[in-house]
Structures are given as C-alpha cells and as structure tokens.
C-alpha cells in the first residue's frame, strides 16, 4: 500500500474518509440494519425500561458490543454493526468510573447519530451460564432501583 505523506492542511479528503487507521466502532443490538442507516437517538431503548433513548452507545471492543446484543430487549437476532460517529463521542458514564477505573471497554456514547458502515457475522458470544449471571445481576440491580442506564 502506497502511502503519501502530505501537510494535513493540502489533504482535506482523509478529514472525511475512513483510513485504514480509524478506530473502529461497534454497537451491539438486535436491530435489523442495513449499511448506510443511521442510529439515533429518541427512539425506544432497547436497554433498561424501554424508554426514549436520550443516547446512543458504541463501543471500540468487540466483546462490549457483544454484551450489547446478548442484553438487548426484543426477539431479533443478535447482531454487532461496525459504525462511524458522526459527531462528538464521549466516555460511557454508566461504565466509566462508577463502575470501572476510566474506561476499560472503551464505551462511548453521543447524541449525534452513528451511519452503520458494516456488520461483524463471525463471532462468538458468551456463554448461557455467563448471560445468565449478567441478567439475574442486572435483575437484582432493578430491585434495588438502581437503572442499567442512566442519562
């Protein structure tokens, strides 16, 4: 591969198009989506009490995007979108420091719509047992009150 080192100021195209160097984004759900469609928010979460989402969620780890679509509501099929942001993303509040140090699963969140630019097919979620202990834990959060998310 050909690469041309220019001013970045000659080169306004690499502002705008994916490089092979970009972070790569995921978001796990159990939407049927197609590429080119865009996620965004004030639609019905598919996370916690269905609410309107006031934040739409990726992630730069496929196994948090896995979790995504093994925990997601509704009867779909489990799927993970490689997606581009398309504005400012910032640290998942609800991963970061309240639950971790900084920010492990390299969760984000936005309110400015992600463009689905591919799905991953080949990957291998977690097991039953695993799922299982993630749910009835998220469960006993509920009875405390305590929410899965929070904006």
């Not at 004030?42 to 309107?52: A, L, T, W």
């Not at 979620?125 to 006993?140: F, I, R, T, W, Y």
Request: charged share 30%; hydrophobic share 30%; net charge neutral.
């Amino acid at each position: 591969m050909d690469v041309k080192n220019t001013n970045s100021s000659d080169n306004k195209l690499n502002k705008t198009s994916p490089n092979p160097f970009s972070q790569t984004y995921f978001h796990g759900t159990k939407s049927d989506l197609k590429t080119c469609d865009f996620i965004e928010i004030g639609f019905n979460s598919h996370y916690g009490k269905n609410k309107k989402a006031k934040y739409i969620y990726l992630t730069a780890t496929l196994d948090a995007a896995i979790w995504g679509a093994e925990l997601a509501l509704g009867e779909g099929r489990e799927r993970i979108y490689l997606v581009e942001p398309t504005g400012p993303i910032e640290d998942d509040p609800n991963l970061t420091d309240k639950k971790f140090p900084g920010n492990p699963t390299m969760s984000y969140r936005s309110k400015h719509p992600f463009k689905v630019v591919g799905e991953v097919t080949d990957w291998r979620g977690h097991s039953n047992e695993q799922v299982k202990a993630m749910k009835d834990g998220l469960a006993k959060l509920e009875k405390q009150g305590i929410e899965a998310i929070e904006d």
